[in-house]
């Protein structure tokens, strides 16, 4: 069973930077298709990030592109989100998630529980 650890969350001000780090246990990372996911209040879970199994490929939310950087530490067993220049409505409970497709495949079959980003204005 594969569990996921999200860290790094927090309060920070308008343009400064998080990096939000995900440890996994039982499955190697580099077995496993990561993703990154987040959820602000009274909105519906939406897609972030992807790094794949295949090639460990990074994919973008159109959104998200250019302040948010997927990467994966394999020795460590770990993904890690860098988030730049944050913005209020960057504001949300970032999840960490697995599948073992080797796509992107926005179903996933492990969650982690989540870190608080909250950015103030």
């Known amino acids: 069973q594969v569990q996921l650890v999200e860290s790094g969350g927090g309060l920070v001000q308008a343009g400064g930077s998080l990096r939000l780090s995900c440890a996994a246990s039982?499955?190697?990372?580099?077995?496993?298709?990561m993703y990154w996911f987040r959820q602000a209040p009274g909105k519906e879970r939406e897609f972030v990030a992807a790094?794949?199994?295949?090639?460990?490929?990074?994919y973008y939310a159109d959104s998200m592109k250019g302040r948010f950087t997927i990467s994966r530490d394999n020795a460590k067993n770990t993904v890690s989100l860098q988030i730049n220049s944050l913005k209020p409505e960057d504001t949300a409970v970032y999840y960490c998630?697995?599948?073992?497709?080797?796509?992107?495949?926005?179903?996933?079959?492990?969650w982690g529980q989540g870190t608080q980003v909250t950015v103030s204005s």
């Open positions: 039982g499955r190697a990372v580099s077995t496993l298709s």
């Open positions: 790094s794949t199994r295949s090639a460990h490929s990074t």
């Open positions: 998630a697995a599948n073992t497709a080797y796509f992107v495949r926005y179903e996933c079959d492990y």
